[in-house]
Each structure stands twice: as C-alpha cells, then as structure tokens.
C-alpha cells in the first residue's frame, strides 16, 4: 500500500514540475493561416475559447528594440496563447487546469515545429525578470518544463532577451 502511495506522490511531483507525459489534451484545431500568423485554438473544462498564436517576427511592430542582426534572414515566430482574450501567462489558473492546457499549448507547439520547421521561436515569460532569478515565477518554471519535454531533436533550447523581453528561446541547431 505504501509502494502506490508513493507512486502517486511522485507522479503528483512530476505534474507539478510540468512532466506532462500522462495528462490528456483538450482537442485542437488550426484556426487561421496567412503569411504572417497561425492561429490555433481550443476549448477548455470550463468552455473557455484558448488561442495559440505564431506570429513572424516581421509583423510585429517594435516600440523600442530592433530584432537582433542573427533572426533577420530566419523563419522567426513570437508565440503567445490567451483564454478568451487574457493573455495566459497573466492569468490566474488552478495547477490541475493548468497542466492540461500546458500540455495542449506543447503539443500544438511540436505539431507547428514538425509542419512548418521554423528557425526560431520566441515564448515570453510572465514576468520581466531574468529567467531563474530568484524572482522567476513558478509558472515560468513550468512553462520551460513543459516547453523543453519531447522537443523535436533538430532543436534547441535556450533563455534571453529579444525586443527587451525575457523568454524561452527555441533554436533549430542547423540554422544558428
């Protein structure tokens, strides 16, 4: 009895930590395509409609910054994800509902990485402190967790500033 006990603490553990190997996703589907965006979306346990965005990096308008010289000749995405209109990352969320989206936003992630091989793609952090500071959230932690699990081996992964912003970086190897 104590062997499951443990178990399911430690499989408990790993959800926690964003291992989302054993969490089901909500179905997905591709909403929109053009040249400039990609746009998928899903809904929720709660029927909220959740959006994931890819959107190149040359449809963006900069307030401050400029793209840095070694994205400029590369197929580079920002990717954002909202529930009904609220960016996720500032969004209140209970860890059970939290890691089921997760896992869906990860997995239409790797279905993007497999059907368009992007250069480069960019995932804000929740906050704007440097990434594994003491400061850094645990939803930040998590979202690098998730983010890193079964990524296609063409890529990798890092953490930095783009346009001023803090973020998961993912890298195809033979483009940089």
Known sequence: MADIKLVLLLKEILAEIGDLNNIQ??????LSET????????????????????????????????LPSILEDKLSYNVSFDIEDELLQYKKINLDKLN???????DIIIEFLNEYSPDFLFIKGT?????????????????????VQNLPSEYGVSIGKILGLNGIQLRKKSAF
């Open 127 to 147: 906050s704007d402190y440097e990434l594994f500071s003491p400061e850094f959230t645990q939803k930040d932690k998590i979202y690098y967790n998730m983010i």
């Open 100 to 106: 089921r989206i997760f896992k869906t936003i990860h």
């Open 25 to 30: 996703p909500y179905s997905y589907n591709k």
């Open 35 to 66: 040249d400039e965006e990609i746009r998928y979306k899903f809904i929720d346990i709660d029927d909220n409609i959740a959006t994931v965005k890819f959107q190149t990096f040359e449809s963006i308008e900069y307030s401050q910054e400029s």
